[in-house]
């Protein structure tokens, strides 16, 4: 069952590709054309996570090139698919004819298939290159409206992020091949020898961590919001970001191999998770405040892969895909309508579009951890993990998770309050429509998703869970673990909706400094773009006035010793030639003696010169 | 002596035979229409050639004491054949629809036949008579345009080959007494016992006759003179093919007879081969006249061919097939030139600027030609040259190649004087050149298959050396 792995990336990858490459004449078949591609990969996943096929192809020397399908990737592929469906589906109701839809169905596609081959490599050069290719394309998606300068420059800004963590899978790669793994198999990381196992695995988390938007790379996401809303409902749910946090899950055997990458990775996942969750509270505009979020549940996947907890990262993977996904295209839908993304002018969104509404409340109460929602389960595997190495990470992130519940209620508090009175009726959406099937259809299968994959609570549906995945045998989290944080999501979620609702939360401390993302951008900026920018400087002033002006004084010199030799050197060399072509002229001139033109010299000269000759014969013996 | 097998000598009586139907025919035929004679001609050349050819590769050999058929006259009748058939298509532009068209075919038969028979003497007599044969119809050819630079070409191209013959019958009466006999076998046998300054004196004034045939010093003072005066094709047969013959002969007198005779034979030989190539060199250095440098240059080139003849103490198998290939290289390369010459029917080097813009074809051939005869590679006189300088240093003559080598470099410079206004802007104005006539069409191709033959002939070189 190969051609189901075949399918699952090359269907969207040739489709994207065409449809790329015909530019606008294929705007009017693209909506449908992507979401058929979309919807046969979405089929292929499911073949294949029931066959669980691989490929292999010879690559370069000695490093073939591999894709297959095991529990693992079959959880991430069927996500990936089904997500890309659902948004594509939603997509192509939200761009409207005026829109360049070739091009952007078509990156949409490309970008799938390579997201779809990161989670099937086997090995790390295919890994590198779809990871390549996907953030070429996020560059590409995010700078989508290439119109708008500040939009390009939020699209150069997450690209040279993410890319500066990319580094770290090449080091990975070299460290790899230097260390005898020659055949650069992810599986065989773990068995590296000591030091080049600690440099391959710093070099995944790097790239995993930038990726992911983890601490301290996290600001690029809220650059990236500048894409179009379905662009962020594909990015920064199971895609892209999720990337990192998978990497980090599948590679969880090197991980546990090393002794640091475990607290590491489990402290820079609580502390994203917390910080990230305090900054997605106080954000104004609700993009800004879905990303933040992301970054923050994302965390959860960073600590689980930390403490080796592969069910839980895996469910707080699928889970936040469908839940994030639905959040940012309700979103969409409210932007459309709107015009506005600010949580301000969202007021009453909720009541005016009941579906979106619903789907929304059930996105952010699954984000807020309220039990029965499937990450309430996934935090908790998580947090139990976690536990084991110490009460400090555990208390972090079940802060953290308290915090999400948080801006969970911020969010419903604002797109549930009552309409302004002076809005009444004569705001754009007045009049009430039905929305189209292509918009519904997606939040209510996201929706379905996000409540149905809580059925995970259950003890036989979680041990089948784990042994899909390889995991069993985990540590378990203990009934009132549960029942605790589950009550405190949901006293949290309570209280800060009705301190929302009366105006109260505005005056949190710390707004300003979480609200720009805790100065991150201007802590890069500072620590690393203008000391590079500074060295970049000197070194071209080094070129320009060291190797440039060396360079220009060996020409100089050269020329001068030229000009030396010409007015020395050559005067003897002249002279010589002179000599012999004066010396060779004269000779020619005596040549010319003999041939008087008088027959009588003639007969003279011959006799006398073979009388001589006859002589020199006689003579010689 | 012995009969003499006619077969044998096929080559030889068609040429007469031919020679005297040429006569008569042409005397039956009108003046207008005496091109039928230059085809008749043309198809007897031709027969000859094959039936040459048939001879040489079945392997035709006969040695009747007087005369020798074996591959050096073999190869000497190739070369002259093929030099005489392109010197009739030479003549075909100059000499159309002359009067006395059949005459001159005739006497260029005459002179060709004697030159074949100089290859093969093997005998003073047969020598002599040879050497008469290819001479007097030279004489009437060098005088054919009537003219006075061409009356007085003749004049002292007969009056040095009247000393030269003298002095060649003066030889044989000389060495007969010493030898008591003039065939070369026996003289090989006798001299070494002869007067030793009887022999010298003989053998000199034998050496004198065959250098006047060859035009090497002492007796090349004819050589510029014909050049110069004598009609284009003319010029070119005579200061090409005779060569052929008298080096031949040279070779084989030095061969047969002198190289065990005389022992210190090589040194004479090598001193008229320097003298030869260096006065040769010098003399074309100034030269402004394109026939005249060319005439000049072939003296040159009877110094470098005159190592062979030098060097017949040395590697026989060296140098016969060095030898050979060099007459053959040099007359490719000299008969192109020539037919630059005859086609364009301009005197001066400067006449030939712009040449290369006008006619590529025939530019091109002429830089072939003259470069060919320095002995640049690819061209056959390359590895003429290499086979002769080679058989020198085997022979124990180091000098006289480092000589040679000297010699080579210094002409580069009068080629190059003639080959670069060829790519320079012709001074006259354009519709000064639009006047002047079209280059023959006969010489162009002669010129153009010379040019090309002397390429073949170098990159094809191994093959032709391993049947010579």
């Avoid at chain 1, 959880?75 to 997500?83: C, E, S």
């Avoid at chain 2, 040429?15 to 042409?26: E, I, P, Q, R, T």
């Avoid at chain 2, 060709?112 to 100089?118: K, P």
Wanted: glycine share 10%; net charge neutral.
């Amino acid at each position: 069952m190969t051609a189901s792995l075949w399918a699952l990336v090359g269907l969207p990858a040739m489709v994207g590709a065409v449809l790329l490459v015909s530019g606008r004449r294929a705007d009017p078949v693209a909506a449908p054309c992507a979401v058929a591609a979309a919807g046969l990969a979405l089929a292929a996943a499911g073949v294949a996570a029931v066959s669980r096929p691989s490929v292999s192809v010879p690559m370069l020397a000695g490093i073939p090139a591999g894709l297959a399908v095991d529990g693992l990737s079959a959880v991430a592929v069927l996500t990936v698919a089904a997500v890309a469906t659902a948004v594509l589906l939603f997509a192509s109701a939200e761009m409207g004819a005026d829109q360049a839809r070739g091009r952007f169905f078509g990156l949409m596609l490309l970008f799938t298939a390579a997201m779809l081959v990161t989670v099937t490599a086997t090995d790390l050069f295919t890994l590198l290159a779809a990871w390549e290719v996907m953030g070429a394309l996020s560059y590409a998606l995010i700078g989508y409206w290439w119109g708008e300068a500040s939009r390009v420059r939020s699209a150069t800004l997450a690209f040279v992020t993410t890319r500066a963590g990319d580094l770290g899978l090449y080091l990975a790669a070299g460290a790899a091949l230097a260390g005898g793994a020659g055949a650069l198999q992810l599986s065989g990381l773990a068995a590296l020898d000591g030091g080049w196992r600690d440099a391959a695995v710093a070099g995944v988390v790097v790239a995993a961590l930038g990726k992911s938007a983890q601490l301290p790379f996290s600001f690029w996401l809220s650059h990236a919001m500048a894409g179009p809303t379905p662009v962020s409902a594909l990015l920064h749910s199971a895609t892209m970001v999720a990337a990192g946090g998978y990497l980090l899950v599948r590679i969880e055997p090197a991980l546990a191999a090393t002794a640091w990458a475990g607290p590491v990775l489990v402290w820079a996942g609580a502390a994203t998770a917390l910080l990230l969750g305090a900054v997605a509270f106080h954000q104004s505009d609700l993009k800004q405040l879905l990303a933040a979020s992301t970054c923050s549940q994302l965390g959860f996947v960073v600590m689980a892969a930390g403490a080796g907890s592969v069910g839980g990262g895996m469910l707080q993977f699928t889970a936040h895909a469908a839940a994030k996904s639905l959040l940012f295209l309700c979103a969409g839908v409210w932007l459309a309508a709107r015009g506005t993304q600010e949580l301000d002018g969202l007021r009453g969104a909720a009541r005016r579009r009941p579906l979106a509404g619903a789907a929304f409340t059930v996105g952010a109460l699954a984000v807020a951890g309220l039990p029965p929602l499937p990450l309430w389960t996934a935090k908790d595997e998580v947090l139990a993990a976690v536990l084991h190495l110490g009460p400090a990470p555990y208390a972090v992130g079940l802060a953290a998770s308290a915090v999400g519940a948080a801006y969970a209620a911020r969010a419903l508090a604002a797109v549930w309050s009552p309409v302004p009175a002076e809005e009444g009726g004569a705001s754009p959406e007045g009049s009430e429509q039905r929305p189209p099937p292509s918009e519904a259809l997606p939040l209510a299968a996201l929706a379905a998703a996000t409540v149905g994959l809580g059925v995970l609570v259950l003890p036989a549906a979680a041990r089948w869970w784990r042994a899909l995945l390889g995991a069993a045998g985990g540590p378990q989290p203990p009934a009132w673990e549960m029942a605790v944080s589950g009550l405190l999501a949901a006293v949290v979620l309570a209280a800060t909706w009705w301190m929302c609702a009366r105006g109260r939360a505005e005056a949190a401390s710390g707004r300003r400094w979480a609200g720009g993302w805790l100065g991150l951008e201007t802590a890069a900026d500072t620590l690393v773009v203008r000391p590079v920018a500074a060295l970049a400087q000197a070194l071209a002033a080094f070129d320009d006035r060291v190797l440039a002006r060396g360079v220009r004084a060996c020409a100089d010199g050269v020329t001068r010793t030229a000009d030396l030799a010409r007015s020395r050197g050559e005067t003897g060399a002249d002279e010589a030639v002179r000599a012999v072509a004066s010396g060779a002229r004269t000779l020619a001139a005596w040549a010319l003696r003999p041939q008087t033109g008088l027959l009588h010299q003639y007969y003279v000269q011959a006799v006398v010169a073979l009388v001589v000759l006859a002589a020199v014969v006689v003579l010689m013996r | 002596m012995e009969s003499v097998d006619p077969l044998t000598l096929l080559p030889e009586l068609i040429l007469a035979l031919a020679a005297v139907g040429a006569l008569l025919f042409g005397s039956w035929t009108p003046r207008r229409r005496q091109g039928r004679v230059r085809l008749c001609v043309t198809a007897a050349l031709l027969a000859a050639l094959a039936a040459t050819l048939v001879a040489a590769a079945t392997g035709t050999g006969s040695d009747s004491g007087g005369h020798t058929v074996d591959t050096a006259t073999h190869a000497v009748r190739v070369v002259v054949l093929v030099g005489v058939l392109a010197t009739v298509l030479l003549a075909a532009d100059t000499f159309a629809a002359h009067p006395r068209e059949s005459e001159f075919h005739v006497l260029l038969l005459l002179a060709a036949l004697g030159t074949m028979a100089l290859a093969g003497a093997s005998d003073l007599l047969v020598l002599a008579a040879a050497y008469l044969l290819a001479s007097i119809p030279l004489y009437a050819l060098v005088g054919f345009a009537k003219d006075s630079p061409g009356t007085e070409a003749a004049l002292k191209f007969y009056l040095l080959g009247a000393l030269s013959g003298i002095l060649l019958l003066t030889g044989a009466t000389l060495l007969l007494g010493a030898g008591g006999t003039t065939g070369y076998a026996g003289l090989a046998d006798a001299l070494p016992g002869a007067p030793r300054a009887l022999v010298a004196a003989g053998v000199i004034a034998v050496l004198a006759g065959l250098l006047f045939k060859a035009g090497g010093v002492p007796v090349h003072f004819w050589v510029p003179d014909v050049a110069e005066g004598a009609p284009a094709p003319v010029a070119a047969f005579v200061t090409t093919v005779p060569k052929i013959g008298a080096l031949a002969a040279l070779y084989r007198w030095g061969d047969q007879v002198l190289a065990g005779a005389a022992p210190d034979w090589a040194l004479p030989a090598a001193l008229l081969a320097a003298a030869s190539m260096t006065l040769g060199n010098l003399g074309a250095f100034l030269q402004t006249d394109a026939r005249r440098l060319l005439g000049y240059s072939t003296v040159s080139q009877v110094g470098y061919l005159l190592m062979a003849v030098a060097a017949v103490g040395g590697r026989a198998d060296l140098v016969q097939p060095g030898l050979l290939f060099y007459l053959g290289a040099y007359t490719a390369a000299n008969l192109g030139a020539f037919a630059v010459v005859c086609a364009l029917r301009a005197r001066t080097l400067e006449d030939h600027a712009g040449l290369f813009r006008d006619h590529p074809w025939l530019a091109l051939s002429l830089v072939v030609c003259l470069l060919g005869l320095v002995g640049t590679p690819p061209t056959a006189v390359f590895v003429g040259k290499l086979a002769l300088f080679t058989a020198a240093l085997e022979a124990d003559l180091g000098w006289l190649m480092v000589l040679a080598a000297v010699n080579t470099v210094a002409s580069l410079f009068y080629y190059l004087r003639w080959i670069l206004p060829l790519f320079r802007a012709s001074g006259e104005p354009p519709e000064e050149r639009e006047r002047s006539e079209p280059p023959g069409r006969w010489s162009t191709g002669v010129a153009v298959t010379a040019a090309a033959a002397s390429l073949g002939m170098g990159i094809a070189a191994g093959p032709v050396l391993g049947l010579l």
